[in-house]
C-alpha cells in the first residue's frame, strides 16, 4: 500500500514525486515508456519555446549556454532531477486502469509489464500526470496506417531528395517542413485552415511564411486529406499530390480511453477531464491530475512551465488529507 500512485514520469509526474518526498509521503512512478518519454519523442533537434528556468523542477538549475534549451539538453536535465532526488520510477510499466473500493477507498492501479502477468498496486491517492503527447489526433481517412505515414516526425537526414507531404498548421508542422526543405526533401504543406497558426513560434513563423511564398515549400490552404495511397496524398479540392512520406502533425490529446476506464468524467466536447481547479482533484475521490493531461483537446494552455507546479499544490491537499501519519518512503528503483 502507497500513500500515492503517480502515473507517468514526465516533468509534472517528476515534481510531483519530488514534493511527495519532501512530505514524507510513500510513492512510486509507473511510466509506460522512458524518463520523461514525451520530449524523447520530440524532433532530434527540437529547440524549446521557453528559456532555461521555466523549465525546471524542484529547485535544480537547467545549465545551458544557449537562450532556449534543445531536447538533448532536457533529456540530460531531467535524468539529473532523477538521480538527485532518487526517485523511484518503474518503466515499461502501462497502465490500463483504475479501481476504487467503495468502503475503504483504497485505490487499485493495474498495469502491465512487457513480460508476465498484470500487475496491481494499492494507494491511498494516484495522480495522472500522462500528457497527452502518446495519442495522435487521427486524421481517420484511408491510408492513414500505411508504413510511410507517421504521426510524429524525428529527423529530416531520411527523407532526402524525397517527396514529403506535412499535414498541419502549427509548430510542429511549420518546423519540420523547413527543416525537411533545408535537408534536401520536396515539401508540401497541406492545412485545412487559410492560414497558419497565430501561436507558431516568433522565429519559425515568418520563415516558414518566406519559403511559401518563394515556391521553395509548396503549400496548399484550406485543403482536407481524404485518403492517402502508397504514392500519393488525396485531397479536396480534389488532388492528388506525390508523397515518398506522410507526417500527420495535427496534434495530440490525452488517454480519454484510461480516464473514463478509472471513473473519470470527460467533456464531450471539449476532451477536459472533471476535476476542481484549486485542488486538482477529479470527480473520483483521492484521483488527482497534474500536467497536459487537463488540458482536453486544446493542449495549447497547459505545458511544462504551468504544469511543473500541479504536483505542489496537489501534494499539499493530500498532505492535510492524509494528517500526520505520513509514511517513510519505502526502497525502490531508480
Not at 84 to 94: G, P, Q, S, V, Y
Not at 138 to 152: A, N, Q, T
Not at 240 to 246: G, K, M, T
Not at 275 to 288: A, H, Q, R, W
Amino acid at each position: 500500500m502507497h500513500d500515492l500512485v503517480i502515473v507517468g514520469a514526465g516533468p509534472s509526474g517528476l515534481a510531483t514525486a519530488i514534493a511527495a518526498g519532501q512530505a514524507g509521503l510513500d510513492y512510486v512512478i509507473l511510466e509506460k515508456g522512458v524518463l520523461v518519454n514525451s520530449i524523447y519523442q520530440f524532433p532530434a533537434h527540437m529547440v524549446f519555446f521557453t528559456t532555461p528556468e521555466l523549465l525546471e523542477i524542484g529547485g535544480l538549475p537547467l545549465v545551458t549556454p544557449y537562450d532556449k534549451p534543445t531536447r538533448i539538453e532536457a533529456l540530460r536535465y531531467y535524468r539529473r532531477v532523477a538521480d538527485t532526488f532518487n526517485l523511484r520510477i518503474e518503466f515499461e510499466r502501462t497502465v490500463t486502469g483504475l479501481t476504487r473500493d467503495p468502503a475503504s477507498g483504497v485505490l487499485t492501479v493495474t498495469a502491465a509489464p512487457p513480460h508476465g502477468d498484470v500487475e496491481t498496486r494499492q494507494a491511498r491517492a494516484v495522480v495522472f500526470a500522462i500528457g497527452y503527447f502518446d495519442h495522435p489526433n487521427r486524421l481517420g481517412v484511408p491510408g492513414e496506417d500505411l508504413p510511410h505515414v507517421s504521426h510524429y516526425y524525428r529527423d529530416a537526414h531520411s527523407a532526402w531528395r524525397q517527396r514529403v507531404v506535412v499535414v498541419g498548421g502549427k509548430n510542429s508542422a511549420a518546423e519540420a517542413a523547413l527543416e525537411l526543405y533545408r535537408s534536401g526533401a520536396h515539401v508540401t504543406l497541406v492545412h485545412r485552415k487559410a492560414t497558419l497558426g497565430a501561436s507558431i513560434k516568433y522565429w519559425v513563423k515568418p520563415d516558414i511564411e518566406n519559403r511559401i511564398a518563394e515556391g521553395s515549400i509548396a503549400a496548399r490552404f484550406e485543403t482536407r486529406v481524404v485518403e492517402i495511397t502508397p504514392d500519393a496524398v488525396i485531397v479536396e479540392p480534389h488532388e492528388s499530390l506525390p508523397a515518398d512520406r506522410v507526417l500527420l502533425l495535427t496534434g495530440y490529446h490525452a488517454d480519454f480511453d484510461l480516464l473514463a476506464r478509472s471513473g473519470v468524467a470527460i467533456d464531450p466536447d471539449t476532451g477536459v477531464p472533471s476535476y476542481d481547479p484549486g485542488t486538482l482533484e477529479s470527480n473520483v475521490p483521492n484521483v488527482f491530475f497534474a500536467g497536459g493531461v487537463v488540458a482536453g483537446k486544446d493542449t495549447a494552455p497547459i505545458f511544462i512551465e504551468n504544469g511543473r507546479f500541479h504536483g505542489e499544490r496537489l501534494i499539499k491537499v493530500l498532505s492535510e488529507r492524509f494528517g500526520a501519519t505520513p509514511r517513510q518512503p519505502s526502497a525502490g528503483r531508480r
